[in-house]
């Protein structure tokens, strides 16, 4: 487990920028002009192709499979090769988007914030859910388990999505700490549960504690429903024990290096999805997105006061 303070370390660049201009003062004027001239700047160039980065909610296959066709409709919006990348956590996609390897992220709040500080990536857009752009995180108990209260999790064991994501870890985790005074996100782990699990999904931690290998889990409101199909008597086998503040909603972000003008299209884009109910049922089928709205950093601020909390306290597998 490495410490997510050395995942944070922020880079510094230093940049001399050295601009050296040679008057060939004793040389022939150019005809008609004795001024010098600035070369105008040249249009930036679009990329070639555009990488859009996913962490799966759901099977990754099935992700995989289920954005080809919105990967094609941005392409032909943007004229671009745009292609549909699942990464295996939040953590990933952060990096592939520090490394320009991803251009676009599908990332949640904490993600974003990790994303935006280390590598000044950009929220352009958010989903937006039953008309809300914000949720709630829910922690999740077998129903027929003696678990009532926050209380009672003392001691048991605690399934996580990834230690970099919002609701499954990052405000579960601010408010378990404040409610029973525990001094850092490792304390809450080892000290007040008996063990927490990355499970890599919200999906999946939501089943570890259906198949009774973990005692609670912390998710979106509300995974149960994602999982009905393949689990007809989730609803009635698992229950909600209660739930954190709100949080503003998931995110499409981009990375700095792409030109404002594509960053304008590709907002354009996505926004003309709304009139499109091929392209929202698929954000819907992807991360249960029922539209898609304009957002601005400062929304994000509520996540970034949540992690200044535990700043030193986080481990990222």
């Excluded at 001024?35 to 992700?63: R, W």
């Excluded at 009672?152 to 408010?175: H, M, N, R, V």
């Excluded at 001094?183 to 000290?191: G, K, P, W």
Aim: charge should be negative; hydrophobic fraction near 40%.
């Amino acid at each position: 487990m490495k410490k997510l303070l050395s995942f944070l370390l922020v880079l510094t660049f230093a940049f001399v920028l050295a601009a050296c201009g040679t008057s060939d003062e004793g040389g022939t004027a150019t005809e008609g002009n004795n001024n010098e001239e600035t070369p105008a700047e040249t249009p930036a160039e679009k990329p070639e192709k555009i990488v859009m980065g996913f962490v799966p909610s759901q099977d990754s296959d099935t992700i995989a499979d289920t954005v080809e066709p919105l990967a094609n409709k941005l392409g032909e919006a943007l004229g671009i090769e745009v292609e549909g990348k699942v990464m295996t956590d939040y953590s990933a996609l952060v990096e592939a988007m520090g490394a320009n390897e991803v251009q676009i992220g599908f990332i949640p709040g904490f993600a974003y914030v990790l994303a935006n500080e280390q590598y000044d990536v950009e929220v352009i857009l958010k989903s937006m859910r039953y008309g809300s752009g914000t949720y709630k995180a829910q922690y999740v108990v077998r129903a027929d388990s003696d678990i009532k209260t926050l209380a009672d999790l003392e001691g048991k064991i605690w399934a996580y999505p990834d230690a970099a994501s919002t609701s499954g870890f990052l405000f579960p985790a601010a408010q378990l700490m404040g409610e029973f005074d525990l001094e850092s996100a490792e304390a809450l782990q080892t000290e007040f549960f008996a063990e927490g699990i990355a499970a890599g999904g919200h999906d999946s931690a939501a089943i570890a504690v259906y198949e009774g290998d973990a005692d609670v889990a912390t998710t979106f409101d509300d995974v149960r429903t994602t999982l009905e199909e393949d689990y007809p008597d989730i609803m009635e086998k698992l229950t909600i024990l209660g739930h954190t503040e709100d949080i503003p909603n998931d995110t499409i972000s981009v990375v700095s290096e792409l030109d404002d003008e594509l960053v304008t299209q590709i907002k354009e884009a996505f926004m003309a999805f709304n009139d499109d109910e091929e392209m929202i049922k698929i954000m819907n089928d992807v991360y249960n997105w029922d539209a898609i709205s304009e957002a601005e950093d400062a929304e994000y601020d509520v996540v970034r006061d949540t992690y200044d909390k535990l700043r030193d306290s986080i481990s990222l597998d």
